[in-house]
Structures are given as structure tokens and as C-alpha cells.
């Protein structure tokens, strides 16, 4: 399976940006989606998750309020609002095992976002 992210880009803090995520292979469809963000100088963490039918999310309590993520089949989607600047990092979206978030399968190719203040 392969992820191809796109979407990031540079933008100023209290802007938007929407990140998108496609799939390579439909029976991505039936595994819970998510993506993660690596800052500069940090540990890769997660950022939102949502499960195979789209009816469940979650999200890091840093992102919680101002992201939204969703999905379309085999498809995700990030909606980032109120951009600050602590959220630059490479985006990285991911498919997981199963349908709902648990452990990642594959892994996509990151999109930077960059945050200005």
C-alpha cells in the first residue's frame, strides 16, 4: 500500500490548512486511518485517528478543538484550524492493521507544514 500525502505548506499562525492522504489500495477502506507529525528536534507523535467507517475519531489533546480529521473510503483527510506555530512539523498519514486505530501498517511520505508567528 502506498500513501501519498498532500496539502502541507507554509501559513501564518491562526491560519488553515487541509491535508489530504490517498491510498494506493481500496481495501484501505476497511482499516481505521491516522496521522502523525514530527516536529523539528522531536519524536514522531500522533495527532488524529479515525476508524474504518469514519464514525469514530480521536485526537492528541494538542490538537483537540482545532483539528478535524475525516475520510472517504480509502482516503483522509486533515482540517487544521487556529494554526500556532508549535504545530510545524512533517505530516505523515497511516493506515493501520485494523479497523479501528491500533497498530500502524503502512506509512506515508510526510507533507511539511510550516507555521509562521
Known amino acids: 500500500v502506498q500513501l501519498q500525502a498532500s496539502g502541507g505548506g507554509l501559513v501564518q499562525a491562526g491560519g488553515s490548512l487541509r491535508l489530504s492522504c490517498a491510498a494506493s489500495?481500496?481495501?484501505?477502506?476497511?482499516?481505521?486511518m491516522g496521522w502523525f507529525r514530527r516536529a523539528p528536534g522531536k519524536e514522531r507523535e500522533f495527532a488524529a485517528s479515525?476508524?474504518?467507517?469514519?464514525?469514530s475519531t480521536d485526537y492528541a489533546d494538542s490538537v483537540k478543538g482545532r483539528f478535524t480529521i475525516s475520510r472517504d473510503n480509502a482516503k483522509v483527510f486533515l482540517q487544521m484550524n487556529s494554526l500556532e506555530p508549535e504545530d510545524t512539523a512533517v505530516y505523515h498519514c497511516a493506515v493501520y492493521l485494523g479497523p479501528v486505530a491500533g497498530r500502524v501498517a503502512y506509512w506515508g511520505q510526510g507533507t511539511l507544514v510550516t507555521v509562521s508567528s
Open positions: 489500495r481500496r481495501t484501505s477502506s476497511n482499516n481505521a
Open positions: 479515525v476508524n474504518w467507517r469514519g464514525g
